[in-house]
């Protein structure tokens, strides 16, 4: 193996500099070359190719910088259409014009989709990442445990879980944490401890959401900033026994901290987050997200006079609000547990190529014994039986739906991950780089400029 090429595909997460950089580096020992494909598939199905060499003379550039977040080489969310064969004929033509040997993708569920079809013509490889933590397995069967139905109403398939969440032990878990979850939960949580203390002041209600789609561990990660109530999308929300602990938090301590994953579900699997049926002053419909609607009943069923009859003076309006953490979660400095697996996930995916196989995802593992170790599964083991791939969701024995907190073995998941996620120099990278006085005088420095002067095409 002389030369590989590597793509960022899906959604950007902190940790994906780290990923590439751990590749190179990797790839370096190795002597083997290492091509950056631009916008993830996206670059791949452009006849014109962009790319840029990462390690000229197998020295990594400069601009590939560990600590930095996103992805010097740009992500989409465009995938390559496994029926589409003569996109694929022209996507394996281009990579063979580079002389390209195999494929890492950098990415999630979706992208295990699009670097599928891609197998048939070289050794494709994944190396995990997403904020959400949802790529892997609860326990090795549990692909298996998925069933497809005919929904008359959609016309669609529609998947069920026949067998759910059997109680696991954490050294079964495939994939136990992927690079840029830890970072998102570290701004989650400091984000909520900022909040408490306002809402503490002015006695009010915050309803933080967060992000994570359809999984929560997200959410259960915020439970290190000690919100009061954490809300995720794997259990149907109640909104009587929220009210209920709401007014007794409020009562004791006159203000609530709410933490509300962005996928949560009503009883009847309804999503919450869902477009409102509410139009702004042009006409076009508001969306709005799961904490807006938690706002909206809390206003409902609390009403003005349980807070003046507290002698707060305040409307039920005024006292309850919502912030969405949103894509402050994705970006920025990776901390340093997802720098440091990110960095051993990417070597681990070289080493994968390296060594022939082809269709593998690099995975992070954990056991008691060792601690942290990368490993890899076959992508096809994390398919059901219909070949789909199914976002992992949190398993539901890590929460505690009674104190709307992590369970016991929830908070066994947690520790290892974050104990020691943070290191030394991150904090002294917010020292010395936030407020320096050069920052007031320069304007941001993109890497995209220096980037686009190592693109290369081909020609068309
Ligand atoms: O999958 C990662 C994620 O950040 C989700 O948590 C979130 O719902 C989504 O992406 C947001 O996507 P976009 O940046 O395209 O709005």
């Avoid at 694929?88 to 281009?94: I, P």
């Avoid at 002389?99 to 494709?124: E, F, H, R, S």
């Avoid at 050294?171 to 979850?181: K, R, S, V």
């Avoid at 408490?196 to 002015?202: I, M, P, V």
Wanted: glycine share 10%; net charge neutral; aromatic share 8%.
């Amino acid at each position: 193996m002389k030369r590989i090429a590597i793509l960022t595909a899906g959604g950007d997460t902190p940790a994906l500099n780290a990923t590439i950089a751990g590749a190179v580096t990797r790839a370096n020992a190795l002597q083997i070359r290492v091509f950056g494909i631009i916008k993830g598939f996206s670059g791949l199905l452009n006849p014109q190719f962009p790319h840029l060499e990462l390690n000229p003379l197998f020295h990594s550039i400069p601009e590939l910088n560990p600590c930095l977040g996103g992805t010097i080489l740009g992500a989409s969310r465009t995938y390559v259409d496994g029926h589409d064969k003569a996109a694929l004929d022209a996507v394996a033509m281009r990579l063979k014009a580079l002389k390209i040997d195999g494929l890492i993708c950098i990415g999630g569920d979706g992208t295990i989709n699009g670097m599928q079809p891609l197998a048939d013509y070289l050794p494709v490889v994944l190396a995990p990442k997403t904020i959400d933590n949802d790529l892997g397995l609860n326990y090795p069967e549990e692909a298996n445990e998925w069933i497809r139905e005919a929904d008359e109403a959609s016309g669609k398939p529609r998947y069920r879980r026949v067998k759910k969440n059997r109680e696991i032990e954490l050294d079964e878990i495939i994939n136990y944490a992927t690079p840029g979850y830890a970072t998102a939960v570290y701004v989650a949580a400091t984000g909520i401890e900022r909040i408490r203390t306002t809402a503490e002041s002015h006695r009010r209600i915050a309803i933080i959401e967060v992000m994570g789609r359809d999984s929560g561990y997200i959410a259960l990660g915020s439970a290190y900033g000690q919100p009061d109530i954490i809300l995720l999308p794997e259990y149907a929300i109640d909104l009587e026994s929220i009210t209920t602990r709401v007014k007794e938090l409020y009562d004791l301590q006159k203000h609530v901290v709410m933490v509300v994953g962005e996928g949560v579900v009503t009883q009847d699997g309804t999503l919450l987050g869902d477009e409102m049926k509410q139009t702004d002053p042009s006409g076009k419909p508001i969306l709005s997200g799961a904490s807006e609607v938690i706002r909206n009943a809390l206003i409902e069923r609390l009403e003005d006079s349980f807070f003046t009859t507290r002698r707060r003076n305040e409307s039920a309006e005024s006292a309850i609000f919502t912030r969405k953490l949103g894509h402050t979660q994705r970006g920025g400095r990776p901390i340093q547990f997802d720098r440091f697996q990110a960095m051993q996930l990417g070597g681990k995916a070289v080493d994968l190529l390296h060594s022939g196989a082809s269709n593998y995802v690099a995975t992070l593992q954990w056991n008691q014994a060792k601690g942290f170790y990368v490993d890899s599964i076959a992508a096809n083991r994390l398919r059901d039986q219909y070949g789909g791939i199914h976002p992992r969701q949190m398993h539901t024995s890590f929460y505690n739906p009674q104190h709307f907190q992590p369970s016991a073995i929830g908070e066994k998941y947690l520790m290892p991950i974050f104990t020691n996620a943070i290191g030394g120099e991150d904090m002294e990278a917010v020292r010395v780089n936030l407020f320096h006085p050069g920052n007031l005088r320069q304007a941001y420095q993109s890497v995209n400029v220096d980037v686009q002067k190592r693109i290369r095409y081909l020609e068309s």
